[in-house]
């Protein structure tokens, strides 16, 4: 049951849904009298959403909403009904972005593939009845789990293909800090700093661990934009003015700069979030999408 849950899990993130259908009119009999014939209507399932002309179910939106909601119980988190809707939409739009994406680039799971997959999850789980108990439980029909794993596979390829594309190495400087609640003390050192005292000797008094050592960083990776801009504006050996930032008053120091340094994996990981997020804010801009849900 773990496996599942773990599935379930990861389909959940991966931003989960399934292809819509249409139902076909029936042909009506040529020898049926005409008087007597009721014309069939075509019925369609409503849909969600649409995103261009690839539909969600409101089925399976509905779907989607009771197992947010069933998550959101085991885990003792609170989301209101509109916050809801939007992550589980949000979710939605993008799986489809990077899915289509996946297709037009050529890549593919076969249905034998596929089953594999499936079959491999039934075993793990203890058979086909345990393996219903599990879809029952998550609100999946059997269907609906494959066209959502088939779509969560797809989406995850094109994800990787746009993370792996951010390089190992970047622009990036090593910079110290003096940091400041009150500007008039930041003012303060700074005219020190300007009369001759070591930029090190303040910094190691305020922060006698680090001495206010930010590391390397490259752009787009500190919570600060205002520090970051700033540093990328200095050359090594160089003292920026008072900055005010959301958390104060900084002064900072750019000790070296290298346009290759290598990334660490916490500032890797974020410019692959931003990667992404460009792509898919690039993606949706393009795109043709419709939201049914009221």
């Known amino acids: 049951m773990k496996k ?9 993130l991966m931003f989960l849904g399934s292809g819509c259908s249409k139902a076909t009119p029936t042909e009506i009999p040529t020898q049926v009298p005409v008087q007597n014939t009721i014309e069939p209507t ?13 539909g969600i179910l409101q089925s399976e939106y509905d779907a989607q909403i009771a197992r947010l909601q069933m998550a959101l119980s085991e885990t003792g988190n609170e989301m209101t009904p509109e ?21 037009a680039a050529g890549f593919s799971i076969s249905d034998a593939e596929l089953s594999q997959r499936i079959n491999a ?6 058979g086909q009845d345990k393996f219903n108990e599990w879809l029952s439980t998550y609100n999946y029909t059997e269907d609906s789990f494959r066209n959502e794993l088939r779509r969560s596979i797809l989406a995850a390829w094109q994800r990787d293909q746009i993370i792996e594309s951010v390089p190992q190495t970047a622009d990036q400087v090593h910079a110290y800090q003096l940091l400041y609640q009150d500007i008039d003390n930041a003012v303060a050192a700074l005219n020190q700093i300007k009369a001759g005292t070591e930029f090190s000797t303040l910094a190691k008094a305020q922060d006698p661990t680090l001495g206010g050592d930010l590391g390397w960083f490259p752009q ?3 919570t600060q934009p205002e520090v970051e801009a700033a540093a990328f504006t200095l050359d090594p050996g160089e003292i ?3 900055i ?10 750019v ?16 410019l692959q979030e931003l990667k992404l997020a460009e792509w898919l804010k690039t993606s949706r801009d393009a795109s043709t999408i419709e939201i049914f849900v009221q």
Do not use: C, M, W
Not at 4 to 12: S, Y
Not at 244 to 253: D, E, M, R, V
């Open 244 to 253: 005010q930032s959301s958390i104060g008053y900084h002064i900072i120091k």
């Open 121 to 126: 999850l039934i075993s793990d789980i203890g």
């Open 4 to 12: 599942l849950n773990f599935v379930f899990i990861i389909l959940f």
């Open 42 to 54: 075509a019925t369609i399932a409503p849909l969600a959403l649409q995103v261009n002309g690839e």
């Open 83 to 103: 916050q809801q809707k939007e992550r589980i939409l949000n979710n939605l739009i993008d799986e489809l972005l990077l899915s289509q994406a996946a297709t």
């Open 255 to 270: 000790a070296e700069r290298d346009a290759e340094h290598p990334l660490s994996t916490e500032a890797r990981r974020k």
């Open 220 to 222: 787009g990776t500190l």
């Open 240 to 242: 920026s003015d008072v």
